[in-house]
């Protein structure tokens, strides 16, 4: 029984999987964003996240555990000079997937994973929604008073006419008795 194994195994050996999600990391670290699969993704999320926390530490015995795992001296001293610095601050949740749609040849679905604090486009657009924050509705608010006034007026208006014609109606009887 496969009971709460919940790793993704992609379809590989253990030593391909493991290979295959250091190149990934590898590449992550040193261009910030890959292009990828779905599930390739989230099983690198779920790989380079440790590693990124690790590297908040910088010390001889982390970089050990780190090197262990991604294999490339560049990479690590990358993650733990300029990445680890970028990202101090933050709790966690280091990278970010952006869906992109399905690949043509074989309908797989597609996405970028990258460092969030090294999209440039996002950082600027997220500080720009924070100044400007209005609910939309339907009307503005100037409408819905005057709707409200206009509402008001037509109720009495209504009654005014009702009240008109009821004494219309009732001179009328009174005309029609006088000339019988």
Request: hydrophobic share 35%.
């Amino acid at each position: 029984m496969r009971h709460r194994k919940k790793f993704n195994h992609l379809g590989r050996k253990s030593a391909h999987r493991k290979a295959m999600l250091a190149n990934m990391a590898n590449s992550l670290i040193m261009h910030k964003r890959i292009k990828t699969t779905e599930a390739k993704a989230k099983a690198l999320r779920i790989y380079v996240e440790p590693l990124i926390t690790k590297s908040k530490d910088d010390s001889t015995a982390q970089r050990r555990v780190v090197f262990s795992y991604l294999k490339n001296k560049e990479a690590v001293s990358e993650l733990f000079r300029e990445v680890a610095a970028k990202i101090g601050e933050r709790p966690g949740g280091y990278t970010r997937i952006l869906k992109l749609g399905n690949r043509l040849g074989d309908n797989a679905d597609m996405c970028y994973i990258e460092l969030v604090d090294y999209n440039e486009n996002m950082l600027t657009a997220g500080k720009g929604t924070e100044e400007k924050k209005t609910r939309r509705t339907r009307r503005k608010k100037s409408t819905a008073t005057a709707k409200a006034t206009t509402t008001a007026e037509a109720s009495a208006e209504k009654a005014a006419e009702k009240k008109d014609s009821v004494e219309s109606t009732e001179a009328k009887a009174d005309e029609d008795k006088a000339k019988e």
